[in-house]
Structure formats: C-alpha cells, structure tokens
C-alpha cells in the first residue's frame, strides 16, 4: 500500500515538537523539511493546534516535572487516550512507555505504547554508541542511529510490533516499536539527519485527519 498523501490543495499535515527540554529544534525542521508545519508544543493552546507529535530526546525526569508545570500532561494525556499519533525518541520513548525503571520515584509516564523500559541502561561503557540498523517497513537502506545514554526496552506488551533491534552483549534489543500510531525509538534519527521515522509519524497524522481520530477536541 503505497503512504496516504494530502489530496492536493490540502491543508499540510501540522506536527507538534514538544519543546519543554531537549532536542526539540533538530525535530522541527525535520518535520518542516518533510513539507508538514511544525508547531513548538509548550502549553495546552499549542497543543490544540497540532495533528500528531514528537516528543524529543532530553532528559526525562526533567520533562516529566515540565508537564506537569506546563498544564500540559493532562491534555496530552487525553490526546493520546484518543488516538493522537505520535513519535518518541530517546527520552521521549520513555516518557510514552507503560513502565519506567530506574526514573526519579515521582516520574509519570503515558503508557501510551505497552513497553517497559530502564533508563541508561546499555552499561557505562556504552554510554553513547551508533548502529546502522534495518528497520522494517522502512525502505531507502539501513537508518544510522545515534544512541546517548538511551533506554533498554526489558519487556515488549502482545500488541507492540518491533520494528528494529540492536545486538549489544549478545542480546537483541528492540529500538524501535511501534503500537498502533504510536512509533518509539531509543537513539536520535534527527541527528543523523535522516527523517524516516518522522515521515511515518506525517503518514500517521494524514490517515488520522482523514478518520477524525487526530482533531483536537
Ligand atoms: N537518559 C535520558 C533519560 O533518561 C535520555 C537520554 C536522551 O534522550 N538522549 O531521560
């Protein structure tokens, strides 16, 4: 089936980057560069105004506490809960997972994609590392990912598909997921320029408009 593309003279696909903490820059001009509008996501009005969302790389004990002051947790919680798409990297996959392990005690997550996962976990001595890794469903070649102080995935729900795994000590890790419009990485796509994972957030979003599932209440 070939992607849903806007019918022409169709609005464009509008993507927010939570942009609280983190690396949010990098995500707005990838989703910009991919032809969709980019919408920086610091309160619930702005919030309102996007389709589907990234939620960056950063810190996530961090992030956490900045949702909570920034009244915008509970309103994204409720997007989510509807069927928002949405594209988590790094510390922004471990915000939408269903378990934490290894976060502060008061560290809230969306659980909005059934995985557990530990924080920094790969091991000191990776601490950063990169892979050229074959991602299913995604066509052009291996996807060059950067992992820093990245989640482990330890347990993956019946209903998550793993799109990509890395082999670190023997073990096959997943890193990326992917439960229904919810798409999960553990490294860093937009600092390897590559935008693949960010155009099948922009699919997402274009089979959501045409649903109603996406449209802010
Ligand atoms: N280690 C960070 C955390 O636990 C994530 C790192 C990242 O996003 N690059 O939140």
Redesign the pocket.
């Known amino acids: 089936m070939s992607p849903p593309s806007p019918r022409a003279g169709a609005p464009r696909a509008v993507v927010g980057v939570l942009a609280l903490q ?1 690396d949010f820059a990098e995500h707005a001009q990838m989703i910009e560069s991919l032809g969709a509008r980019a919408v920086e996501v610091r309160s619930p009005a702005e919030l309102d105004e996007v389709e589907g969302l990234v939620l960056p ?5 961090t ?1 956490s506490m900045l949702l909570d002051w920034s009244g915008v947790r509970e309103p994204l919680e409720r997007r989510l809960r509807s069927g928002m798409p949405a594209l988590g ?4 996959m ?1 915000l939408l997972a269903r378990e934490v392990v290894g ?1 502060r005690p008061d560290q809230r997550t969306f659980a909005a994609i059934d995985l557990g996962v530990r ?2 976990a790969f091991g000191r001595q990776v601490d950063s590392f990169e892979a050229d890794l074959d991602v299913e469903g995604i066509e052009g070649g291996a996807m060059h990912a950067v992992f ?4 482990v995935v330890e347990r993956v729900g019946p209903g998550v598909e793993v799109l990509a795994t890395v082999e670190v000590a023997g073990v096959h890790r997943p890193v990326v997921c992917r439960e229904g419009a919810v798409l999960v990485a553990a490294f ?1 796509p937009e600092l390897a320029g590559d935008g693949r994972l960010h155009a099948l957030l922009i699919d997402a979003v274009l089979t959501a408009r045409r649903s109603g599932v996406s449209a802010a209440p």
Not at 57 to 61: F, K, L
Not at 89 to 92: I, L, Q, R, S, W
């Open positions: 983190g790389g950063g810190e996530s004990t992030l990297t790094c510390a922004g471990i976060g924080r920094n820093i102080r990245a989640p860093h």
